[in-house]
């Protein structure tokens, strides 16, 4: 099993920028595609992006040609870099598992085996 451990949020002004990262701990990290998930107040989380054990990337609408998820399977982490970040974004982010015998990703939090604490985003206007 893999434990995952946000670091990275914090308070940035619209348009701004941060990068997200995920590492982690245990064992085959590799057999695992990652997600990012959000929750703001009162919402349901929702999926943001996730990274298939390749590589390959995968966003919800509201983020796309904004955030960009990478891996690096060498150090067992995974990363979301947001740019021109909107006060919509504001959110606790949470990094999530899912093994995979496949090269595929799920979209949905249920699918997800292992969860971090998340990392409070929030973004100014």
């Known amino acids: 099993q893999v434990q995952p451990v946000e670091s990275g949020g914090g308070l940035v002004q619209a348009g701004g920028s941060l990068r997200l990262s995920c590492a982690a701990s245990g064992r085959a990290f590799s057999d695992y595609a990652m997600g990012w998930f959000r929750q703001a107040p009162d919402k349901e989380r929702e999926f943001v992006s996730a990274?298939?054990?390749?590589?390959?990337?995968y966003y919800a609408d509201s983020v796309k040609g904004r955030f960009t998820i990478t891996r690096d399977n060498a150090k067992n982490t995974v990363y979301l870099q947001m740019n021109s970040l909107k006060p919509e974004d504001t959110a606790v982010y949470y990094c999530?598992?899912?093994?995979?015998?496949?090269?595929?990703?799920?979209?949905?939090?249920?699918?997800?085996?292992?969860w971090g604490q998340g990392t409070q985003v929030t973004v100014s206007s």
């Open positions: 990274i298939s054990r390749s590589g390959i990337g």
């Open positions: 999530a598992a899912e093994r995979r015998a496949d090269n595929n990703m799920s979209l949905t939090p249920r699918k997800y085996d292992y």
